[in-house]
């Protein structure tokens, strides 16, 4: 990924808490000498230093990705910065966001207890703290059987990039006037990069 230094997220801590919070990933790999990619949720595991996730089995992306080195992309918010935020009119439209790459080698997981194990932990990440669902509560033979629809894996992480593009190229004062801009706005991703913003500043 392309980063200017100024837009680098250095701290490891940050980087793994928008893995945490945007897991909701994009799974890129070879397949069929092809570009291939699948949107998925991914656990990351700080202790292992690895993501769990699996594939729908009809899924053939998982046949020839063992061993490959793999890219997990976890985006954050975004959103357009129009020129009309700026103090001048020398200036061009841009757009800021945040964006982890996550490299590493996919193995399979045949484990079954592992396959479960990580099953339980995405499904306890996701339900709200009030819900009556848990996955220990449902029929094992029927968990069993939905389990074999899955191919489970586990990426190894060789390396991670960081990027907030937050307009820290720019004047604090231009900074700040984006910031008034987008927090008048109703959209999500306009209000979470200028608290982004905010905080960087």
């Not at 996730?53 to 990705?65: I, L, T, Y």
Request: negative net charge; contains cysteine.
């Amino acid at each position: 990924m392309y980063i200017p230094k100024y837009f680098r997220i250095d701290d490891e801590e940050v980087i793994y808490d928008f893995i945490e919070e945007y897991s909701f990933a994009t799974l890129v790999s070879q397949h069929n000498g092809e570009p291939y990619a699948t949107h998925l949720p991914l656990m990351f595991y700080k202790s292992e230093h690895a993501l769990y996730g699996h594939f729908a089995r009809p899924n053939e992306q998982w046949m020839d990705v063992e061993n490959q080195q793999v890219l997990a992309i976890f985006q954050g918010p975004h959103c357009y910065i129009s020129p009309s935020c700026y103090e001048t009119t020398k200036a061009v439209p841009t757009w800021n966001y945040v964006s982890i790459h996550v490299y590493g080698k996919l193995e399979i997981i045949e484990d079954k207890k592992l396959i479960i194990d990580s099953l339980n932990d995405l499904v306890n990440k996701y339900e709200s703290p009030d819900s009556t669902y848990n996955l220990s509560g449902v029929d094992p033979s029927y968990i069993e059987g939905m389990s074999k629809g899955i191919v489970a894996f586990r990426i190894n992480i060789a390396s991670i990039e960081g990027k907030a593009k937050l307009s820290q190229n720019h004047p604090t004062e231009r900074q700040e006037l984006v910031i008034k801009h987008l927090e008048n706005s109703s959209q999500h991703d306009q209000i979470q990069i200028a608290s982004l913003m905010k905080k960087n500043l």
